[in-house]
């Protein structure tokens, strides 16, 4: 069974950095994508980061240059590495994983595993 266990969300001041974990567990396939996506208050979720098999990321317009995602495959954890945050950016974050995108056209990466979320808030 897959499980995904997001760590890391704290509460910061703006402009501070904050990194995120998200450790998989309960599959093991190499072809595989992952992202990270985030719901703010009173928002809709919106994907930030993710990050393919082919390790090639894509990243939302307000966090680039600002937010890294990279994985650790020996490790399976997934990381996103924010800086510069701004109250913007407050929301709880989720980790997604979707085993299929090898087989999909597009680029899309469509998470059909799900972590519970690590909560960000910052603070202006």
């Known amino acids: 069974e897959v499980h995904l266990e997001e760590s890391g969300g704290d509460s910061v001041q703006a402009g501070e950095p904050l990194t995120l974990s998200c450790k998989s567990t309960g599959y093991h396939y190499s072809q595989s994508c992952m992202a990270w996506v985030r719901q703010g208050p009173g928002k809709e979720r919106e994907e930030v980061a993710s990050i393919r098999y082919d390790s090639t990321t894509e990243y939302e317009d307000a966090v680039k240059g600002r937010f890294t995602i990279s994985l650790d495959n020996v490790n399976r954890t997934l990381y996103l590495q924010m800086n510069s945050l701004t109250p913007e950016d407050t929301g709880m974050y989720y980790c997604?994983?979707?085993?299929?995108?090898?087989?999909?056209?597009?680029?899309?990466?469509?998470?059909?595993?799900w972590g519970q979320g690590t909560q960000v808030t910052v603070s202006s």
């Open positions: 997604g994983l979707d085993l299929m995108c090898w087989a999909r056209e597009t680029r899309e990466v469509v998470p059909t595993h």
